[in-house]
């Protein structure tokens, strides 16, 4: 699958080729803690900043050499690597439960 417009920073950052690119345009921001912080986000909210590409050939330029990358695609394994809980859990006994840490209201008039 090759890039487009639809393409998520984290799928830039996980391939060297794409991030080649955007490293020769954009030197040093993918470095960035907030590109990190945002790694689902769409790689066209840094693509359309004003302040990182003000001309709008660069930017096609840049877009037009990534749809000419593959994506990489992680592999995945087929066992899950959360496990689920198992069936039965423990059950609290009930007179447990009832017990709170304050005293009991007092009602005027009782």
């Known amino acids: 699958m090759k890039f487009d417009r639809s393409a998520r920073i984290h799928e830039v950052l996980e391939t060297p080729q794409a991030r080649a690119v955007v490293d020769r ?4 921001v993918l470095d960035q803690p907030q590109i990190h912080a945002q ?15 003000d001309d709008p050939r660069v930017k096609e330029q840049i877009w037009q050499e990534l749809t000419q990358i593959d994506i990489a695609v992680p592999e995945r394994d087929d066992e899950p690597k959360v496990q689920p809980l198992p069936a039965t859990r423990a059950r609290t006994p009930r007179k447990d439960r009832r017990r709170s840490p304050c005293p009991p209201r007092r009602v005027a008039g009782r």
Do not use: E, N
Not at 25 to 28: D, G
Not at 39 to 53: A, E, K, Y
């Open 25 to 28: 345009y954009l030197p040093c």
């Open 39 to 53: 790694r689902s986000g769409p790689l066209r909210f840094v693509l359309d900043h004003p302040v990182l590409i």
